[in-house]
């Protein structure tokens, strides 16, 4: 496919093709339907992604902001899992050993319910503020204050001492005019430092994540395109570096002097993530065939399959594989989540306890970092299922 797109949104070059094109998938991956009727109607949006030659940006030029709507219904937290939030922890030590910020006030851009915000300033004795349209108001008086919408220059003190903004970047239908908006409200003679967590692209595209290209997410970063989208919007980057097992991609920044230019910074990453992403359409289709070919055979050996993971990995793994019947139901541990339907394919959502009645003799876990969790689980729940990861090339088959 070789359609002319818009310029990058990360770097402003010009060069990009589209590489990807998946029509009328659903627009709200973590937005579970109350009833399957609703889930098989959710709203549904393109996706064609287009790479630019420049800084290896994944972008999906198709997006329509209007369709991709966060509410109180967004249920996106991950703190459910022991991985996870050991990874948080460890996280918070590190900003509270990096930055000063004992007495003084840390504030994060889509906080969701204010999990980190509060694990962070209990590490570094800081304040907390923030703010999230899915914010919903607990009626708690102490911690964190917590604006229930999404950033505006105003919601931000000028005496904020750090700007931590994990995981909302990649939603943002212009990131660059996002973080402009954001360097802007913190004046020009700021130099406060800022912290920006997003997906890394290449373990979307390496490292078997092919079921983390969502509606959602408009930009997939790479070091370079995330490190020169920060510099255009006036930070300093002082560091980019992968975390979280290669998943997360974490910039370390500065609010700068404005005018600064963006260059060719890390231009072999650019490389990388432009070589990647020429392989993604083939990438995507086998995982899609792979994984068809498997649940049919599956269901014909009257095999009960269960996808371990209600998230944004496990909705979008159901819908482009288009599992149907094929699959049981979708597992998982955010009580939150039980009950409730997978938009687009509408399988039900369960938590493990229901497992034992479920009976699966297979779970696909969506995660690889969780397999040893859910392993520890369903042992503890007395199903004895062989579990495997949505790996999408072939690879050991333990069924
Ligand atoms: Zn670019």
Known sequence: VSTPTPRCPACGGGDCREILAAPGVPALCNALAADRAAAL?????????????????????????????????????LHH????????EVLARDLARRHDLAGRLVFEIACGQGDFLRRLCAVAGARGAGCDPGFRDGGGGDGPAIAPQAFAPGLLPPETALVCCRHAL???????????DVRAALGPDARTPGYWEVPDVRWTLRDGGVWDLIYEHPSYFGPASLARVLM?????????????????????VRAAAPGRAAGAAFAAEAAEARR????????????????????????????RVAVWGAGSKGVSFLNLTGAGDAVVCVVDINPLKRGRYVPGTGHPVVAPGDLPELRPGLVVVMNPLYVDEVRRTLAGLGVAAAVVVASPTPGEEPW
């Open 232 to 252: 255009r919007a006036g930070f300093a980057v002082e560091a980019v570096a992968a975390g979280y097992g290669g998943q997360f991609l974490a910039a370390h």
């Open 81 to 88: 899992s022991a991985v996870f939030r050991d990874y948080v």
């Open 41 to 77: 109607a959710a709203p549904r949006g393109d996706l064609r992604l287009a790479s630019c030659a420049d800084c290896g940006h994944l972008f999906n030029h198709a997006f329509a902001p209007d369709l991709a709507v966060y509410d109180a219904d967004y249920e996106n937290p």
């Open 276 to 303: 990647l992403a020429a392989a993604l359409g083939s990438t995507v289709e086998s995982a899609r065939r792979l994984w068809r070919a498997r649940l049919a055979a599956h269901a014909a050996a009257g095999r």
């Open 170 to 180: 990649e939603h943002a239908a212009d990131p660059l005019a996002f973080l402009r």
